[in-house]
């Protein structure tokens, strides 16, 4: 086998994946002859893949060499490969805070802006569905509608819930609104009985934090539940 047939991504690709960059795997979804030139352009422009995902399709467009079509190629990659953290065959079940972070936190750590999350659990704590309740706003007790929270929970008869947020600073402390909101929902819930499992917090490079975990006193009174472990 020649040896410049080797060092070419599309080679590498089948035969040791793990070697190639970021720049060489992009500039194979790109494909073309000015593919890799096209993809540095890109990761200069966006600083990295992390802004390129978050980036519109029209921001894409906008670097030299990049049409509609190939700015769509691009965002179905990336978008495809957080696929692989979805859930297959068996239902997922949510036995612990790590669990339930593992559901979600690849997605909303890459979020440009605030999201609202509710996972919606079965009687076995298996998920049934996620639903965003809130986007691209901070939310606060006083903005939160109750109603909007709970309502994915009574049209698919979900059992319990748990809530997730992220943070589009990057950090996962918790915060005065976050404790108060927690709180308030926890109570809402017990009226409603379907009670709220845990609450997360999601930060960068996939860190997070467990309301559930940090502060449980906030549920005393509550039955234990799935994530107090």
Known sequence: MNNVLRDQPGYRIAYDAQSLTTRELLSLVIG??????????????????????QA???????????????AEKIKAALHLGLRLNDPVEAR???????????????????LPVEYFRVILLDTRNGVI????????????VTT??????????????????????????GETLISTEDIECTRNLINVGRLMDIPIVDHI??????????????RPDIWIGENKSPTSK
């Open 32 to 53: 073309g002859k000015n593919s890799e030139e096209v993809a540095r352009s890109l990761l200069e422009r966006f600083h990295g893949i992390r802004q390129l995902y």
């Open 56 to 70: 519109d399709i029209e921001e894409i467009c906008c670097v030299l060499g990049v049409g509609r079509k190939t």
């Open 92 to 110: 997922v079940s949510i036995n612990s805070p790590d669990d339930a972070a593992n559901l979600v936190r690849y997605e909303m750590s890459l």
């Open 129 to 140: 569905g996620m639903e965003d309740i809130y986007r691209g706003c901070l939310y606060s």
């Open 144 to 169: 939160i509608r109750e109603a909007e929270v709970f309502k994915p929970a009574i049209t698919r008869m979900a059992r319990s819930i748990i809530l997730a947020h992220n943070h589009p600073s």
């Open 201 to 214: 917090v999601i930060g960068s490079n996939n860190r997070f934090t467990s309301i559930k975990r940090e």
